[in-house]
T-cell receptor, first 112, second 118 residues
Framework: GQQVMQIPQYQHVQEGEDFTTYCNSS?????IQWYKQRPGGHPVFLIQ?????EVKKQKRLTFQFGEAKKNSSLHITATQTTDVGTYFC????????????FGQGTILTVHP | NAGVMQNPRHLVRRRGQEARLRCSPM?????VYWYRQLPEEGLKFMVY????????ESGMPKERFSAEFPKEGPSILRIQQVVRGDSAAYFC????????????????FGPGTRLTVL
C-alpha cells in the first residue's frame, strides 16, 4: 500500500520561531490530510489537500501540496506554546477504501 | 452536538483477560474506524465498519481481535486473551460519508481508550 515518510521526527523551537514539517511519498498521492495531536490527546483534523500545487492557510498555519502530488508541508509562522503537539500527515483511501495511512508524525516542542 | 465518544478512557487488564472497547460515533455518522497507537508511534489503521458490516479489516491482527458495529448500539473492539504487547491507545473515528473526497468524508476522532496490560 501507499506509504508516506514524515520529517523531522522531532523539532524544538523557541516561541516566535517558525516550524515546518514535511511529508514525502514515492508515488503520486490522490490527497493528503493533516492532523494535530496534543500530548495525551486525540488526533484533530486540520485540513485536506487534493489539488496539485494547492496552498491553504489557517491563521498562522500554511499547508502546501506539491505540484507532482508527491509531497506536502505544514508551516507554522511565529510558533506559540499552544502549538505544541504531534503533527501527522495522512493519506486517505487509495488501495484500501476508508483507511487513513498516517505518517510517523513530527513532535513539536515550543520553548517559552 | 456530541463528538465521538469512547469508553472506558482507561482500561487495565491482566494477561489472558478480555478487553472490550466501545465507540459511539458522532450523531448521524454511520462509518466507524478503529486505529491503534503504540507509545511514541503513529496511528495504525485496524478496521473500518459500517452498520452491521465490516468493510476493511486489513489492519486487524489475525487472532484475538474482532470488531463489530451492530444496528443498535456502539461499535465494539474486542481483544481476547490480552498480552503485554496489546498495551496501546485505541482510537475510534467516525465520518458521515466516505469516498466523496469532500469534507463529509472527514474522520473525527474520539478521545481514545488507553489499554494497559499487566
Amino acid at each position: 500500500g501507499q506509504q508516506v515518510m514524515q520529517i523531522p521526527q522531532y523539532q524544538h523551537v523557541q516561541e516566535g520561531e517558525d516550524f515546518t514539517t514535511y511529508c514525502n511519498s514515492s508515488t503520486t498521492l490522490s490527497n493528503i490530510q493533516w492532523y494535530k495531536q496534543r500530548p495525551g490527546g486525540h488526533p484533530v483534523f486540520l485540513i485536506q489537500l487534493v489539488k496539485s500545487g494547492e496552498v491553504k492557510k489557517q491563521k498562522r498555519l500554511t499547508f502546501q501540496f506539491g505540484e507532482a502530488k508527491k509531497n506536502s508541508s505544514l508551516h507554522i509562522t511565529a510558533t506559540q506554546t499552544t502549538d505544541v503537539g504531534t503533527y501527522f500527515c495522512a493519506l486517505a483511501g487509495g488501495t484500501s477504501y476508508g483507511k487513513l495511512t498516517f505518517g510517523q508524525g513530527t513532535i513539536l516542542t515550543v520553548h517559552p | 452536538n456530541a463528538g465521538v465518544m469512547q469508553n472506558p478512557r482507561h482500561l487495565v487488564r491482566r494477561r489472558g483477560q478480555e478487553a472490550r472497547l466501545r465507540c459511539s460515533p458522532m450523531k448521524g455518522h454511520s462509518h466507524v474506524y478503529w486505529y491503534r497507537q503504540l507509545p511514541e508511534e503513529g496511528l495504525k489503521f485496524m478496521v473500518y465498519l459500517q452498520k452491521e458490516n465490516i468493510i476493511d479489516e486489513s489492519g486487524m491482527p489475525k487472532e484475538r481481535f474482532s470488531a463489530e458495529f451492530p444496528k443498535e448500539g456502539p461499535s465494539i473492539l474486542r481483544i481476547q486473551q490480552v498480552v503485554r504487547g496489546d498495551s496501546a491507545a485505541y482510537f475510534c473515528a467516525s465520518s458521515l460519508t466516505w469516498g466523496l473526497a469532500s469534507n463529509t468524508d472527514t474522520q473525527y476522532f474520539g478521545p481514545g481508550t488507553r489499554l494497559t496490560v499487566l
